[in-house]
């Protein structure tokens, strides 16, 4: 029996341990995708944090949640580390692997706000452990006592850590959020120039100094390096489309829930388009083309931080 058989025979079962794991599934994905980036190894993070808690006494476990968490957070780290490896050899920019979410999530300001593309690129900056404490302190509310445990730390050094990971991304993070209404208006004025073929309608919705990043992967053709500057900017999208012959159409979606594009090109999806908006202008567009990573664009994944 593989590994995922044994999985699904385990979570067929009825007993107190498997009924725990099912309530905190969906809050064990979250904490494992906001400390990846990649939903797959999220998925994994999760199936491993199961065959562990079947081998738990439960009747030495105090609070269920966070050792469960404890369990994830760890296994999390692990894979941190790894693929912090990997990316320093991914071909051009790395972005985070694209979920789509549910209009309950874009409710939760606080949790959208930790899922954005552009907070999980300043998470990306964290150490592994800078991380974790940030994430479990900062987004999902545990106490000290709590993150030092999933961290293997004292809680001193868990609040000096905490302490340290705040002011990083407080220097790194956007300024300003802009609301949700705000970045719709300015992403419908950006799909109805793309699609009516405006390049100047584009280039008075791009701040002066716009950055696009574009994932591919070294899988599909996209930029090497961060495109920076608005004219640049629509001179790439104006060359893509005589590359292709192709026409872009934008279908409006909310990922990792924030508003979002599903692009396609002659109706064959070609990747997931987010953005930053500042002061009515655009100033950062991410694109991830990869198809790896355009898996979990087909239905909205259940997310939670409780």
Not at 137 to 159: I, L, M, N, P, T
């Amino acid at each position: 029996m593989s590994r995922n058989d044994r999985l699904r025979h385990l979570m067929d079962m009825t007993d107190p341990a498997t009924e725990t794991f099912v309530a905190h599934r969906t809050l064990l994905f979250t904490v494992a995708y906001e400390l990846l980036g990649s939903a797959a190894d999220a998925e994994d993070v999760v199936q491993e944090t199961w065959l562990k808690w079947t081998g738990v006494d439960l009747s030495a476990v105090r609070d269920q949640r966070a050792y469960l968490v404890t369990i994830a957070t760890r296994q999390a780290l692990g894979r941190l580390r790894v693929l912090g490896r990997r990316k320093e050899t991914y071909f051009g920019p790395w972005l985070p692997e694209p979920l789509l979410t549910a209009p309950d999530v874009a409710e939760d300001v606080e949790l959208a706000d930790s899922l954005s593309t552009a907070m999980l690129l300043v998470l990306e900056t964290l150490t592994p452990t800078e991380r974790a404490v940030f994430v479990l302190r900062e987004v999902f509310d545990f106490e000290y006592a709590e993150v030092a445990e999933a961290v293997g730390k004292s809680q001193a050094a868990v609040r000096q850590i905490a302490h340290r990971a705040r002011g990083h991304v407080a220097a790194r993070r956007p300024r300003g959020t802009p609301s949700q209404q705000q970045t719709r208006d300015a992403m419908a004025a950006f799909r109805h120039a793309i699609e009516t073929g405006n390049p100047q309608g584009l280039l008075d919705l791009l701040a002066p100094d716009v950055v696009l990043l574009a994932d591919g992967g070294g899988n599909v053709q996209a930029m090497h390096r961060p495109l920076v500057g608005a004219e640049k900017m629509v001179r790439f999208y104006e060359g893509i489309l005589r590359a292709f012959g192709a026409v872009m159409t934008l279908e409006t979606t909310e990922a990792n829930g924030c508003p979002a594009f599903l692009a396609y090109l002659d109706g064959v999806l070609d990747g997931l388009m987010t953005m930053r908006v500042e002061d009515g202008l655009i100033t950062e567009v991410y694109y991830v083309r990869n198809p790896e990573k355009l898996s979990r664009l087909t239905e909205e994944t259940p997310l939670s931080t409780r």
